[in-house]
């Protein structure tokens, strides 16, 4: 009767310290989006890593994971 569905829980790759990633932005194009490096991962009630703090080239900032396009894993 009732059956499993994946939804969120699978495929999603989680980044690491030290990934270089591209910030997605709305309304910018993807040519234009900032590239960072993680620094610190912060975790939500599921253990699942929800946000991430990044440096870019203009200092530090906080942003949630699906903003996030992993280039180069650590």
Do not use: H
Request: net charge positive; hydrophobic share 40%.
């Amino acid at each position: 009767m009732f059956c499993t569905r994946p939804k969120w829980r699978s495929g999603s790759i989680e980044p690491n310290v030290g990934n270089i990633v591209l910030i997605a932005e709305d309304n910018v194009n993807k040519g234009r989006w900032m590239m960072g490096r993680v620094l610190e991962l912060f975790y939500g009630r599921a253990g699942i890593v929800r946000s991430v703090r990044l440096k870019v080239a203009n200092g530090e900032m906080i942003r949630p994971t699906k903003k996030l396009r992993l280039l180069e894993p650590a």
